[in-house]
C-alpha cells in the first residue's frame, strides 16, 4: 500500500522566494508536489546538503566510493596514485564515484537530433522497449518540436512510449522540475518499473524519496551537471549577449555546451558557432549561471546506478578529425549491477556502441587553481576582474584530465561562493560538502598559494 504524504504542493509561479532553499532552489520538482513533507531530508540545498551523499552511497551502491583512490598531477602530493602527464591515466574514484566498471566511450545509436548521438535517448528506448520498466521520467520540451523551445521549456513526462522518450532527445535543460511527477508515479498502479532519469539535485532528492514510492523496481540513469541556467530567459540572454549570435538565429538554436576545448559550442539548424569561453564577459557568465548550481559539489552524479556526460571523452577522435558535440563519444560510468544491466540491454537493442575506455593525460590541477583565480564570477566575491585566454586547447589536459580539471575547478569556485554564504564560517561551509570535495578542498588550500589567498579574502 502506497502512503501519500498529506501536505499542499508549492506553485511553481511562486519561484524561488516560497520554496525552502530560496535563491538556492534548484526547482528539481519535489516541492511541487505532496513529497514536499520531506523536503528537508531530500532538498540538496537544505541542511547538510550534498553531504548527504556520503550516508546515501553505500545503500544505493551497497559500498561507499574508495576516497583513498585519488589522482594528483603534482609530484608534491602524498596521494595513493599520481599521474606524470601520461595519456593512460584512468579514473580516480574519489573524484567519479562508485566504479562497477572502468569509464566507457560510448555513442548512441539510430537517434536522430539528439543533443549528443542519444546515449540516454537510447538507453531509456531500450528499457521501455524491453519492457523492462513500465515509465520512464525524462524531461522534454512542452512544445514537442527541436528549435529554440528545447532550452526554453523543460517540462518532465511519465514517458509509456517511444515517441514520448523521442520528445526528451535534444533538450538542453535550464533547471529540470524533473520530481513535479512524483504524484502522477504514487496515484497510478500499473508503474510498478521506473527509470528515472535526472541531474544531480534531482537523484540526490529522488533516492530520499524512493522507498515512499514502494515501487518493485527502480533504475536511475543520471547525467554530469554543472553550471546550468536559472531560467529559459537566461540561456536565450546568454547565447544571444555572451555568445553574440545573430538575434535573427536564436528560434534555430537546438543547443549549446561549454565543451571540451574550452569553447562554447553552438548548435543551430543551419550552423555551427563556437566561441572560445575565458573570453565571454563576467556580466554574463554570472547572470547565466542558477545560485544553485554554485552550491553544487557532485558534478558526477554519484547516486545515479549509471551515468552519461562529455567532459572526459576526447573531443576530436584518433584520424576522425570530429569536433562536433553530435559526432563525439560520451562517457559511461556504470556504478552497480543495475547500471551494467541497462547499458547491456541497450547495446544488444543496437542502441549503444561502446567505443572502449576513457583515459587521460596531461596535468590538470594548476589550470583548475588558475581557473578559479582568473574566474570572473570569484572576482566578483573577491573584488578584481581578470580574463583568462590563453592556447589551453593545445595545453591543456585531455580526456579523464579534462574532466579532472573541471570537477577541481567547480568544487573550488562553488567552495569559494558556499564559505561565502556562510559568511566565511569554514566549518559551516565544509559541512555542505561531501568527503571527497572536502578532501580537494584540502589538497588545494595546503599546496597552492593563489587558492590559500581567495580564501582568506572571504
Ligand atoms: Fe524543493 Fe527541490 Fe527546491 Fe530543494 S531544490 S527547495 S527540494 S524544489
Ligand atoms: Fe542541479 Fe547541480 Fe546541475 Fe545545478 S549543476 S542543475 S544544482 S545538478
Redesign the pocket.
Known sequence: MKAIPNKMPIDPLDWPDRFPAKEHC?K?GLCETSFVTKVKDAC??LGPSMARIDDMEERVHGRNRNSSNITWSSSSSSSSSLSSGDDSSEPDEARFGVLHEPIWLAQGNRVQNAQWTGVVTGICLAMLESNQVDAVVCIASSSNTIGSNNFASPEPILARSTDDVLRGRGVK?A??PSLRVLDEIQNDPSIRRLLFCG????VQAFRAIQSDLDLDEVYVIGTN????SPTSEAARNFILDGVQINPGSIDKVQGYEFMQDFQVHVKTSDSYITKPYFTLPGTIAEASI?K??R??F??T?GLADIVVGYMGAPLVEKGGGVTRMDESSQTLTIRNKRGAKMAEIAQKASRLTIKGKAVGKGSHEKLASATVASDAIVMAMVGKSAIMAFGMTRLGPKGINFARYSIDYHILRNYLYTLKVEKGNEESARMKLPQNARDIVDHYQENDAEFANLISKI
Open positions: 534548484s528539481c540538496a540545498f535543460p533547471l529540470a541531474v544531480v539535485c534531482a551537471c554543472a553550471d546550468n542558477a544553485s548550481c552550491k553544487c557532485d558534478y552524479n
